[in-house]
């Protein structure tokens, strides 16, 4: 009774697994949950740039090292993936390039290139994560004892009123001294 109880537990767990895995990738394809917008991808690329200026700083700081020196640093790159995040880098650059070029060539020829809901929608965008980031700057000011509970939710309610607000452009600081 118990292997037949043990059998059958094991054969559903193992078809939920295989049914889930088969599934989920087309399903969240289909959703639309995997597409990126412009502006996240703009935002990737800034942030691929920057990463990858942090990475050739720091492996410069270790090229100085006297046990480092001797290294090879072409193969250092290629087992830490620099070479695969460039690759991405550069693809991310082609498609903006090309993007780019479409849209310059439908606007000469005199056609709407991207409705202005879209971007609406685009800034709108934009705006709330940079609101977002500065809200977890604040959080980690916080967290960190620089700044008082006080002044925290201050800043907190004022870019909130600045995310409420999509119609003027994020003044804080003016927001701040009223």
């Given at each position: 009774?118990?292997?037949?109880?043990?059998?059958?537990?094991?054969?559903?767990?193992?078809?939920?697994?295989?049914l889930?895995?088969?599934?989920?990738?087309?399903?969240?394809?289909?959703?639309?949950?995997?597409?990126k917008?412009?502006?996240?991808?703009?935002?990737?690329?800034?942030?691929?740039?920057?990463?990858?200026?942090?990475?050739?700083?720091?492996?410069?700081?270790?090229?100085?090292?006297?046990?480092?020196?001797?290294?090879?640093?072409?193969?250092?790159?290629?087992?830490?993936?620099?070479?695969?995040?460039?690759?991405k880098?550069?693809?991310?650059?082609?498609?903006h390039?090309?993007?780019?070029?479409?849209e310059?060539?439908?606007?000469?020829?005199?056609?709407?290139?991207?409705?202005?809901?879209?971007?609406?929608?685009?800034?709108?965008?934009?705006?709330?994560?940079?609101?977002?980031c500065?809200?977890?700057?604040?959080?980690?000011?916080?967290?960190?004892?620089?700044?008082?509970?006080?002044?925290?939710?201050?800043?907190?309610?004022i870019?909130?009123?600045?995310?409420?607000?999509?119609?003027?452009?994020?003044?804080?600081?003016?927001?701040?001294?009223?």
């Amino acid at each position: 009774m118990k292997t037949i109880l043990l059998f059958h537990v094991v054969g559903c767990v193992l078809l939920s697994l295989f049914l889930n895995g088969i599934t989920s990738h087309p399903l969240i394809k289909y959703l639309g949950f995997q597409d990126k917008s412009r502006s996240k991808n703009v935002i990737f690329s800034y942030f691929l740039t920057g990463y990858l200026r942090n990475v050739a700083e720091k492996k410069e700081k270790m090229k100085t090292n006297p046990f480092l020196h001797v290294s090879e640093w072409k193969q250092v790159d290629s087992l830490s993936g620099v070479d695969e995040i460039q690759c991405k880098l550069e693809t991310l650059k082609r498609v903006h390039a090309i993007e780019a070029r479409g849209e310059f060539e439908l606007q000469q020829a005199g056609y709407e290139t991207q409705d202005e809901q879209e971007r609406q929608a685009d800034l709108e965008e934009a705006r709330s994560k940079s609101i977002q980031c500065i809200k977890g700057v604040v959080h980690h000011l916080y967290e960190q004892n620089q700044c008082s509970g006080e002044s925290s939710q201050l800043l907190r309610q004022i870019l909130q009123d600045d995310h409420d607000d999509c119609s003027d452009p994020i003044d804080s600081w003016r927001r701040l001294s009223e």
